[in-house]
DNA sequence: TTGGGCATGTAAGATGTTACATGATTAT
DNA sequence: ATAATCATGTAACATCTTACATGCCCAA
């Protein structure tokens, strides 16, 4: 039995919240501009994938007339029955971390180790700077309650982030607190 | 340039952790039961970068007499010297997550859908279980001071997932209240 | 003594990452 | 016009997942 496939899913729910064409190119950025905090994504995996879907008859290919690079894909009534389908059956998985930074400090185990230090103050400055960008993308995409209410989604899911990192970065800097 | 492999670095932490010989079986299970917040291994992958691990120096295979079944490893100094050197290079990377939940509530977008609860209580309640499961842990690994400076590495994550989960759980019930 | 559980291991396929290739557009 | 950039796409490789295979031990 293979894998659950998750990214076909991804790429139709773009599409229906797009509410139109679009293209290989904005379906990569819009998973790593909007979904980043929770879903990682290579051009390289959509292009094949785009193809895959269109062979399903999830998705419509169109190309752009005098235009031979770009391909425009479109939602057909299969593929939001199929996003439908997905969206209303439970998801037993719970959310996978991947974290090199806590694995090392698991295996330094010595609190006077230097490079317990090194490594807490490299992941507060990545973290920080990562949290000012969240940060800043809230304030531009939300700043009013009305653009948080049309967009609910979006909003809770960056709130959710911005609220994660926050609270890493105050642990981090407990730990050099600490040390 | 392939990817940086990070699973020879885990196996090598595990087995100086471990102070003595450990079998694939031990490495496997010390990942899923102590690492599983923060990396994934399936016994399969196991195995085989074993073997490679061997082959490359890193660890020694030595066979259980009277047991063909279980092989024992132990670290080499070349071993040794590789995990120092990895513990002491900065790693770039951002701790990575999937979240299939937080998409599926990206794209139902509409706080009114129904299914917004159901997903909302499902994940309260896996993230309940979860957060026990570590309470439990922690009670069980670290019930003084004393226990906790011993392994000081393994308190820290410990109490870095418990955290975590625990934040999760807040915002997941206030999402339900909000609604 | 046989049948289930267990540690080990292999196989096949899906997924993810990095680097490279190609042709079109844009900027200088 | 030439170089840089960009969207698209491919290739090679590493990783991850699931299922299956094997041989051992132990208990009914």
Redesign the interface.
């Known amino acids: 039995m293979p894998k659950q496939r998750?990214l076909p899913h991804?790429i139709l729910?773009i599409m229906?919240?797009r509410k139109g064409m679009v293209t290989g190119k904005q379906i990569t950025d819009f998973v790593q501009q909007?979904?980043g905090?929770?879903?990682?994504v290579a051009h390289s995996q959509v292009y094949p994938e785009l193809k895959r879907m269109t062979a399903e008859g999830l998705i419509t290919c169109h190309a752009v007339p005098g235009n031979d690079k770009e391909k425009q894909y479109a939602l057909t009534e299969e593929g939001r029955v199929n996003?439908d389908q997905?969206?209303?059956v439970?998801?037993?998985?719970?959310?996978?971390?991947?974290?090199?930074?806590?694995?090392?400090?698991?295996?330094?185990?010595?609190?006077a180790d230097p490079?317990v230090r090194?490594?807490l103050e490299?992941q507060i400055d990545?973290v920080e700077k990562?949290l000012r960008h969240l940060e800043g993308r809230m304030a531009e995409l939300f700043p009013d309650k009305e653009s948080k209410?049309s967009?609910?989604?979006?909003y809770?899911?960056l709130s959710?982030a911005v609220?994660?990192n926050r609270?890493?970065l105050d642990?981090l800097r407990e730990?050099l607190q600490g040390l």
Do not use: C, N, V
Request: glycine fraction near 4%.
């Open positions: 998750i991804i729910g229906r919240a909007d979904l905090e929770f879903w990682q996003l997905w969206l209303s439970p998801s037993y998985e719970t959310p996978q971390q991947k974290d090199i930074f806590s694995i090392k400090m698991f295996f330094i185990q010595d609190k490079r090194t490594l490299e990545k990562h209410d967009q609910y989604g979006h809770i899911i959710r609220e994660r609270t890493q642990w730990m």
